[in-house]
């Protein structure tokens, strides 16, 4: 793939980290899960896709990327193997950790960048929320739903599911190497009223609490895990979904720079 690369902190020594111009240098933290995505995308989809915007975003703006957190709250995809979950209160604390770690050395602006949907928001928030309290950084939560919204009706995006057409778009063109077309499930389960986890939606919606894994067992058995309409997806269409996102991170890195 064609990109300039990223900046990995886990790549630098600690001389060039300390040479960082501490008044321009944002953190971008990837966090994502290791959790079921069907049968035609790896566990491994959400930390991947955080990457990649991560490292592009990384490219063109000389931000730094700070080591991946691969686990997410993944309690209701615990219905298929290879899941991981781990709990919230730990996953906020971890976020918060490497922020400190990083303000010590003088880190002043940090992007966590989801790639776990509606699930990881509310620990990421609280984490965020403390280090701006305590540490007096600025922390910024980029999330691919929320800051597409102006582009995936453009792109005949159906509502958001989980493996469906937006992130198996995504992976396609992130990772072709992951991806298999050929094992692609399409199962679109009967619209709930008052329950939404897509920005998009325009009606009332009552607060996501996470599926329990009885309620995972019907895309279990009909899409063996899917939900949404992956044979929709494109790789093309995963281009112009990565670039307008990785756009928007460039933007929001920008925007901390000016503060
Ligand atoms: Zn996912």
Known sequence: MNRMSGKFLQHMTWEEYENEDKDALVILLPVGSTEQHGAHLPLGTDT?????????????TGAVVAPPLWFGWSPHHMVLPGTVTIRP??????????????????????????GHRVVNIPWMQMAGAKARQNLGVRVAIFDPAYMSKEIVDSLGFGPIGHADETES????????????????????????????VDPRFPGDTLCYVPSTIEEMNPSVEAAKGTTGTPSRASR???ERYHEHLVQRLVAVIRSLRQE
Do not use: Q
Request: net charge negative.
């Open 169 to 196: 778009s995504h992976l396609w063109y992130c990772r072709p190497d992951l991806y298999y077309a050929d094992r692609v499930n399409d199962y679109v389960p009967t619209p709930r009223s008052l329950y939404s």
């Open 236 to 238: 093309e269409k995963g």
């Open 89 to 114: 209160e730990i996953l906020s604390e971890v976020i918060y950790d490497v922020m400190e770690s990083l303000a010590e050395h003088g880190a002043r602006n940090f992007v966590i960048v989801n």
């Open 48 to 60: 991947i896709v955080a990457i990649e915007l991560a490292e592009a975003a990384s490219g063109r």
